[in-house]
């Protein structure tokens, strides 16, 4: 049997194929369609299928991670959406907390007040209100609710957020209202805030609720227009969906719950740089992730991925109340486009050329200049060795893209690729400083693991502006978010509000509450048809001393706890307080405000020792080029050099070699220049290393 990963992005869809039964492996590229993501997806499976040999049938599982929902929400291009709400409070949306995003800024952008997930006219409420408790104050009065559902199938709303204060300590009201919404508008999504984020703060809470409802529709249209294609071509498979946290869902949990894709297509690629740092035992790791339209940056710390906190969890500048690895992501891709702005500045990104018409060197219509275009000018790419030689690029369109920038500029056409080459890696050291440098994190005490049709042929550049001495490319670089698929757990998470005091703490009622949430979960597994023994279990608390606004999370070192246990989660919350603000109070109260349990589904890992090796042999036929000029910036002064043009596929564990070089293969390209050696690891991987002035 064969599991595949289908990873979507904004230039290429990527195919990662295992073979169960041999342990062989196969991979496959194809151009996107941004217009319907599905389409690149359902064509290039049937490819994959047809080129191996693979019969239909024998398909086990497909994962899958899509931006269909991030891009709804970047691109402002969601549903329409209505919310039923308690009378007073329909402006919670648009008032927030009263806080700046930049404290200093007199031109701001307020997203959720500039970019209105739900426009205020759609915004109605009902007479309804519990305590902060839970308890019924004023009854549900159901008289209006059939009129706002007449206006707002007359105004063409086509998805409903039902979101009251303190529905996370009981939500019955949101249900009744709920049931009556589905009646009225069966057609419709809907969903409610005690579903999407069953925890205090209503503005988060809020704004969480709006956004599932302003991506549901086409995300629950694309998961499902998707499994019907899929079950056409491998009727016998089953459909996994990445999710935000790093696990996998079904596509009838997306579909109830769509705002867990925000970021699952980003996140594969850091649960394989997770695997590459367990497997070779590495701690610390930044895993840069570059496509054609961006750059994707998680970071490993003592072997684990960051996970965003609570009071920085957002999508577009839209505060989240959800699990989310910290995938820090900018516009710098192969198709960033290069520019001289109005003020005279030379610009890279974020716009992009994306898959079509994609960058000048594709012949495909497109004609501004973009990474790519500059790769190839310089030499570094190999424009007959693209996608085992289906895609030629042309270095003559490439020239001509940049001559425009050049003599706005006033300089070359290889003095310009230079430039944007340089201002696109500066642009993601950046980006990568604001997830280190500023968190209190050396970078030089990391590796550098980069991936992505882009990241090899950028990396060296990023780790020697951040003063990054080692960078490792693992063996199929072009697709390892499609491999991030294949080694994730299906995953689900619970969260309760509890806002309990260490002196005034009840442990029973601690402990009822994650059995609970414990059954909750287990039966969300058996509706998955899982195997019930295989769940595995982890908890964890958001503490905060008493009066503070925010909370760590703490792991709870057992889902059901004695008192002994409890101390241990104090102390372990003095010490990461210390650690993240540099002080910490001993003896004043602390307050459990929530507690989280995460159940995944434990499973035989047959990729712990998986070799990427496939069965093909790339470019037969070919004849193989051995040295090629390719310019440097040296110093900061343009210089040419003799390089080695070597195929990935003839590389042997052990082999060393000076730079410069330039090693290609079927997903990307590798560049290893002047000043730098290179090295191939047991598992094919390379290690690419800084000279030092002691070595020779």
Known sequence: MYSIGIDVGGTFTDFFCFDHSNQQTFVYKIASTPDDPSQAVCTGLEALLTKYSIKPTEVSTIFHGTTVGTNSILEGKGAKVGLITNSGFRDILHIGRHQRPQH???????????????????????????????????????????????????NNVNSILIAFLFSFRNNTHENHVLKIVKEQMPSAFVTTSSSVSPQFREFERFTTGAVAAFIGPKVTNYIDNLSYNLRKICPESELRIMTSSGGLATPEMIMEHPELTLLSGLVAGANAGLWLASKKGMKNLITLDIGGTSADISIINNGQLNEVSSRNASIAGYPVQLPMIDIHTIGAGGGSIAKVDAGGGFKVGPESAGASPGPACYNLGGSKPTVTDANLVLGRLLGDRILDGRMTLDTQMAEKSLEKVSSTLGSTINQTALGTISVLNNNMASAIRSRTIQKGIDPRDFSLCAFGGGGPLQAVGVAEILGIKEVIIPQNPGIMCAFGLLISRIEYHSVRTLLMTKTQFNLSFLNETLTEMKDDLISIFERDKADTKLISFEAFTDLR??????????????????????????????????????????????????????????????????????????????????????EFSVEGKPQRFDTEIIRRNNLAGGIQKMGPNVVYQQDSTTVVPPGWTMSVDDDLSLRLRKLDNNNE
């Open 545 to 630: 001393y008493v009066g503070q606004g925010y909370e760590l999370k703490v792991p709870l070192n057992s889902d059901m706890l004695k008192p002994e246990h409890l101390e241990e989660v104090w102390d372990a919350f003095h010490k990461q307080h210390k650690q993240e603000y540099g002080h910490n109070f001993t003896s004043a109260d602390i307050e459990m405000v929530s507690v989280k349990l995460k159940a995944h589904i434990k499973k035989e890992n047959p990729y712990e020792e998986l070799s990427f090796e496939s069965s093909f042999d790339e470019y037969s036929g070919r004849s193989d080029l051995t040295m090629k000029e390719v």
């Open 104 to 154: 200093y800024s007199i031109g701001q952008e307020i997203p959720w007040q500039n970019r209105a997930l739900i426009e205020r006219k759609f915004r109605k409420t009902i007479d309804c209100r519990l305590d902060s408790s839970g308890n019924e104050i004023i009854p549900l009065d159901e008289t209006s609710i059939l009129d706002h559902l007449e206006f707002f199938k007359n």
